[in-house]
């Protein structure tokens, strides 16, 4: 039950799922600070190691720090990223990571720096501790309407990430999510069919 007494529409839940996509365009218009929060407080709401919550998120607005930011996701991209990825995705997605890389992701009018404090869990734990916060972030801002995506690429140049947030050495920096108002809907995403990832009892007997 929600907290006025309704039962939750799980039909919504699911939608939100099949509606999450990268996006790496977005419009001018900002984000306002209500709606930021509205989708980090769901960010908070994921399950960690030892319920350890480390999670830490730094929100960028400024605009010369936004563009210091893309640089470095350009720089990063530029200097090897984009010669591991030629020849492995599709073309058509190469060219908008290309894109978004040099480009479109620094005109976001909103970065989410997210880090893990490790004051507060084990290094072993902070993919399973951070990644599930990310998705919640990630389906919240969908469930709103924003664009969103998740980049690791910035992280390459933490010292420089460091700099222009304030984190400090404590905080391992994982991901910068772009928020914002995407510039079109979100294309139908094509996933695998559960015959080819799931499977009853054992690995031989597909779903």
């Known amino acids: 039950m929600t907290a006025d007494g309704d039962a939750p529409d799980v039909r919504d839940v699911f939608g939100v799922m099949e509606r999450q996509r990268a996006c790496r365009e977005f419009t001018e218009e900002d984000v306002s600070d209500e709606l930021v929060a509205r989708v980090l407080r769901a960010a908070t709401r994921a399950p960690s190691a030892e319920n350890s919550q480390p999670s830490v998120f730094v929100v960028v607005r400024d605009a010369a720090t936004r563009a210091a930011i893309g640089g470095l996701m350009r720089r990063a991209w530029e200097g090897g990223a984009r010669r591991y990825s030629e020849g492995r995705l599709d073309p058509a997605l190469l060219a908008d990571v290309d894109r978004g890389a040099t480009e479109t992701l620094a005109r976001a009018p909103v970065h989410v720096i997210v880090?893990?404090?490790?004051?507060?869990?084990?290094?072993?734990?902070?993919?399973?501790?951070?990644?599930?916060?990310?998705?919640?972030?990630?389906?919240?801002?969908?469930?709103?309407?924003?664009?969103?995506?998740?980049?690791?690429?910035?992280?390459?140049?933490?010292?420089?990430?460091?700099?222009?947030?304030?984190?400090?050495?404590?905080?391992?920096?994982?991901?910068?999510?772009?928020?914002g108002w995407p510039v079109r809907p979100p294309r139908p995403g094509v996933r695998r069919p559960l015959a080819e990832v799931a499977f009853r009892e054992t690995a031989d007997h597909p779903w």
Do not use: K
């Open 115 to 179: 880090g893990a404090d490790l004051d507060r869990c084990l290094p072993q734990t902070v993919g399973s501790s951070v990644f599930p916060a990310i998705q919640n972030l990630l389906l919240a801002a969908t469930a709103v309407g924003l664009g969103s995506v998740l980049t690791t690429l910035a992280v390459t140049q933490a010292g420089e990430l460091r700099r222009l947030t304030g984190l400090d050495e404590r905080v391992e920096i994982v991901a910068v999510i772009p928020l």
